[in-house]
């Protein structure tokens, strides 16, 4: 299975700051067909369930605010918050997919918090 | 807009079979490029998906690892729905339960999720 490992945990930082949140695949996330990285990132406040912001390591879903961009390749992966607003404050995950077979995982999640 | 709502019980024996349903409103199962999942989130197991259904000229369903031999994700196309069906479960199971509908290898809408605790 493959594993997938952020960092930091958590992470507290000021409004108007840059936070980067990092993720680390053991296995390349490469999909040789459409040459995309199947990762994605997502924001979960609590008591809600999790908001796609990021798909294909670095496309932005609909509707998500521009200052927050994705990127990176193969294994390692970087999500980018490019001026913290207190909205902000939340967890944040990434996920691959892998096949065969096909298989969802999800990272540990980083704390953020202003 | 696509909008997904889980049902069922908030509380399960263990040994017995856990059973929720999702009903979609504002897409189908025969949208192109969609798919149909469940996901759990537990403190100890963090986000885990569990399974999925989708339809491309046939049905076909995948598994976790974890859960393959007790899960059984199946789809009422009449109704627009879709359950998860988990056998012989233990307090392990104990989590919060979403659907969700997979687009381009990620989850791009969710239901608010139900809790379930299995506990005697």
């Known amino acids: 299975d493959i594993v997938l490992t952020q960092s930091p945990d958590s992470l507290a930082l000021s409004l108007g700051e840059r936070a980067t949140i990092n993720c680390k695949s053991s296995?390349?996330?490469?999909?040789?067909?459409?040459?995309?990285?199947?990762l994605a990132w997502y924001q979960q406040k609590p008591g809600r369930p999790p908001k796609l912001l990021i798909y294909?390591?670095?496309t932005r879903e609909s509707g998500v605010p521009d200052r927050f961009s994705g990127s990176g390749s193969g294994t390692d992966f970087t999500l980018t918050i490019s001026s913290l607003q207190v909205e902000d404050v939340a967890v944040y995950y990434c996920?691959?997919?892998?096949?065969?077979?096909?298989?969802?995982?999800f990272g540990q999640g980083t704390k953020l918090e202003i | 807009q696509v909008q997904l709502q889980e049902s069922g019980p908030g509380l399960v024996k263990p040994s017995q079979t856990l059973s929720l349903t999702c009903a979609i409103s504002g897409d189908n199962f025969f949208t192109t490029g969609t798919a149909w999942n469940w996901i759990r989130q537990s403190p100890s197991r963090g986000l885990e998906w569990l399974g999925r259904?989708?339809?491309?000229?046939?049905?076909?369903?995948d598994y976790a690892t974890s859960v393959r031999g007790r899960a059984t994700v199946n789809e009422d196309t009449s109704k627009n729905q879709f359950s998860l069906h988990l056998k012989s479960v233990t307090p392990e199971d104990t989590a919060i339960y979403y659907c969700s509908r997979g687009r381009a290898s990620a989850f791009d809408s969710w239901g608010q999720g139900i809790l379930v605790t299995v506990s005697s």
């Open positions: 296995q390349s996330l490469l999909y040789g067909s459409n040459n995309k990285n199947l």
């Open positions: 996920q691959q997919y892998f096949n065969p077979p096909p298989e969802f995982s």
């Open positions: 259904t989708y339809y491309r000229s046939g049905w076909y369903y």
């Open positions: 294909w390591a670095s």
